[in-house]
């Protein structure tokens, strides 16, 4: 059974850093898309950032609105994806979830693509 953990929430001033992590067990992340989303009360859910490594390539996209800002990255090795957030705005408030596309052959970015959902993690920015 796969089961996603995330780490690494917590309340910072505007224009500070964070650095969420997720950790993997039951599921190689090869040939996974892998994807941080996050959801602020009374919003909708929206992507944040996605990353894919298969075969001798990887690949990662951002969503628009932390774009410069956010990095993702993953480590096979210790099964874990990390969401680095720097200059962090108080617009970025939300809870993050980390994702797991196991189903899907390719690359996918939307979450209607992923399958394995963590609990999430709350980020709260204060201006």
């Known amino acids: 059974q796969v089961q996603l953990v995330e780490s690494g929430g917590g309340s910072v001033q505007a224009g500070g850093s964070l650095r969420l992590s997720c950790t993997v067990s039951?599921?190689?992340?090869?040939?996974?898309?892998m994807g941080w989303f996050r959801q602020a009360p009374g919003k909708e859910r929206e992507g944040v950032a996605a990353?894919?490594?298969?075969?001798?390539?990887?690949?990662?996209y951002y969503y628009a609105s932390v774009k410069g800002r956010f990095t993702i990255s993953q480590d096979n090795v210790d099964s874990t994806v990390y969401l680095q957030m720097n200059n962090l705005k108080p617009e970025d408030s939300a809870m993050y979830y980390c994702?797991?596309?196991?189903?899907?052959?390719?690359?996918?970015?939307?979450?209607?693509?992923?399958?394995?959902w963590g609990q999430g993690t709350q980020v709260t920015i204060a201006s």
């Open positions: 994702a797991a596309a196991t189903e899907s052959p390719r690359f996918v970015v939307t979450a209607a693509s992923y399958n394995v």
């Open positions: 039951g599921h190689t992340l090869d040939g996974v898309s």
């Open positions: 990353v894919y490594t298969g075969p001798g390539r990887g690949t990662k």
